[in-house]
């Protein structure tokens, strides 16, 4: 499956956006998908997730209460909306799927995804 993360940009604090991340290749709708993010100098780590088949969601500390996750499966895409943004929320965001099911902690591990897209750039700052 090839997924292609988009929708970022720049944005005020408090602002909002949603990225998209959409597949293609295979049926989406059976994979759970995260979203992962890296700031300049430092690793990659955890944003959110939503599991299949039950849709849970699952949020980092730092954006939980902020950002939600939805999916459209007759689109093949999984958004995440990303309200009351703050300049610690600067990094590219990045989108990843996997076919198989974990318990809840397992989706905080990027070694979990079997596939990423290319990442999209979401700067807050005024």
């Known amino acids: 499956v090839q997924l292609q993360a988009s929708g970022g940009g720049l944005v005020q604090p408090g602002g909002s956006l949603r990225l998209s991340c959409t597949a293609s290749?295979?049926?989406?709708?059976?994979?759970?998908v995260g979203w992962f993010r890296q700031a300049a100098g430092k690793e990659r780590s955890f944003v959110a997730a939503i599991r299949y088949p039950d849709r849970n969601t699952f949020y980092s500390n730092s954006v939980k209460g902020r950002f939600s996750l939805s999916r459209d499966n007759a689109k093949n895409t999984v958004f995440l909306q990303m309200n009351g943004l703050k300049p610690d929320d600067t990094a590219v965001y990045y989108c990843a799927a996997t076919a198989t099911t974990y318990n809840a902690g397992s989706y905080f591990d990027p070694d979990r995804y079997d596939y990423w897209g290319q990442g999209t750039q979401v700067t807050v700052s005024s």
């Open positions: 290749g295979r049926t989406f709708s059976t994979y759970s």
